[in-house]
């Protein structure tokens, strides 16, 4: 059973650690004891709490996350908007956060530190993300059919305002860049092709001295 400290449950609950223990002494909310005397709650008394109805946990070792991204540090109130915002969403809705994964890069980018912590994961149930692209850009269904047949739910509330429009330019140019970088290599070559065949046969092509 999932239990929390008596600072874990005020801070989930949003009660003062002085009301819980007025609770405790009075009756309305009867904590649980360790074998040294300390407080702790359950889940059930945190869904109580809350006035949300009794539900099965996710399992003991399975963990809900929160993952958030943006593209670059000059974004952080970006990020921090998006945990505090899911974290609201999550805690309406009786679901109990253990942790809350970042990273800064580009969605087009498969070696984010805990986007790759998230796809190989065996102790996640739920993943709650604000928007499709936060967790990537392209290939999302993809990613989250793969993530379903691994155990892992992912969640997305679908907050436009959470998804940085400028994201969309950059990681567009980013596309525009390589495919041109590709388009000019493919020239050259075809170019060194042609000058190639135009040769007299047998003659070797010229190379710069080095």
């Given at each position: 059973?999932?239990?929390?400290?008596?600072?874990?449950?005020?801070?989930?609950?949003?009660?003062?650690?002085?009301?819980?223990?007025?609770?405790?002494?009075?009756?309305?909310?009867?904590?649980?004891?360790?074998?040294?005397?300390?407080?702790?709650?359950?889940?059930?008394?945190?869904?109580?709490?809350?006035?949300?109805?009794?539900?099965?946990?996710?399992?003991?070792?399975?963990?809900?996350v929160i993952y958030a991204r943006v593209s670059s540090r000059n974004q952080?109130?970006?990020?921090?908007?998006?945990?505090?915002?899911?974290?609201?969403?999550?805690?309406?809705?009786?679901?109990?956060?253990?942790?809350?994964?970042?990273?800064?890069?580009?969605?087009?980018?498969?070696?984010?530190?805990?986007?790759?912590?998230?796809?190989?994961?065996?102790?996640?149930?739920?993943?709650?993300?604000?928007?499709?692209?936060?967790?990537?850009?392209?290939?999302?269904?993809?990613?989250?059919?793969?993530?379903?047949?691994?155990?892992?739910?992912?969640?997305?509330?679908?907050?436009?305002?959470?998804?940085?429009?400028?994201?969309?330019?950059?990681?567009?140019?980013?596309?525009?860049?390589?495919?041109?970088?590709?388009?000019?290599?493919?020239?050259?070559?075809?170019?060194?092709?042609?000058?190639?065949?135009?040769?007299?046969?047998?003659?070797?092509?010229?190379?710069?001295?080095?």
């Open positions: 059973m999932r239990t929390y400290t008596l600072g874990e449950f005020s801070r989930l609950t949003g009660k003062a650690t002085s009301t819980l223990q007025r609770w405790d002494r009075t009756g309305v909310l009867t904590a649980h004891r360790t074998v040294t005397n300390r407080r702790y709650y359950t889940y059930d008394q945190y869904l109580s709490v809350m006035g949300l109805p009794p539900q099965l946990e996710t399992g003991q070792d399975k963990r809900i952080r109130d970006d990020l921090a908007n998006q945990e505090r915002f899911l974290r609201q969403w999550a805690n309406a809705r009786g679901l109990i956060v253990d942790e809350v994964l970042t990273d800064i890069g580009s969605g087009m980018n498969f070696k984010r530190k805990n986007f790759n912590r998230i796809m190989y994961a065996d102790d996640i149930s739920r993943v709650i993300i604000a928007h499709k692209d936060r967790l990537t850009r392209f290939g999302y269904d993809w990613f989250a059919d793969y993530l379903h047949h691994r155990g892992v739910t992912v969640t997305v509330v679908n907050n436009d305002q959470l998804s940085p429009q400028e994201e969309l330019v950059q990681d567009l140019v980013s596309i525009i860049h390589v495919f041109s970088s590709r388009i000019y290599g493919l020239r050259r070559y075809a170019k060194e092709v042609r000058d190639d065949e135009s040769l007299p046969h047998g003659t070797q092509p010229h190379t710069k001295a080095g």
